[in-house]
């Protein structure tokens, strides 16, 4: 990985929103790595929501425990904060208003990491 690109992700603030303790884990671990900062893992909506007003994008699991993601993201759009999801299923699970987010599927790879929170950083 270049030095260039870690530096401009640097302390970057990334809400995880995951309700599986290690892929939240992975994944904080993927980002910590490429110097970003991590918010959570949370794994609600609602306690996603505590912490919108500190953050520079988002890491979103679809299904929630009991709960979908979708209204989070209708908040982080309206907000212009920019996020992925992420899924065990693939991106035909997605409302046709979120098509065209970029959506990684599990099991997320560090590549797909590092490149998702670029064009995340680069949307900001």
């Not at 299923?89 to 997320?108: G, I, M, Q, T, W």
Request: negative net charge.
């Amino acid at each position: 990985m270049k030095e260039e690109a870690l530096v401009s992700l640097s302390d970057k603030r990334v809400l995880i929103v995951e309700d599986q303790y290690l892929i939240a884990a992975d994944l904080s671990r993927a980002l910590t790595k490429l110097g970003c900062v991590i918010v959570g893992p949370v794994a609600s909506n609602e306690a996603a929501r505590e912490h919108l007003a500190s953050i520079d994008f988002a890491f979103l699991d679809i299904n929630l425990d009991e709960q979908v993601v979708f209204p989070l993201a209708d908040e982080l759009e309206r907000r212009a904060i920019p996020f992925v999801f992420a899924t065990g299923h693939n991106a035909a699970v997605l409302p046709d208003r979120f098509k065209s987010k970029l959506c990684l599927e599990k099991p997320l790879t560090m590549q797909a990491v590092h490149e998702a929170v670029r064009q995340m950083n680069r949307a900001r």
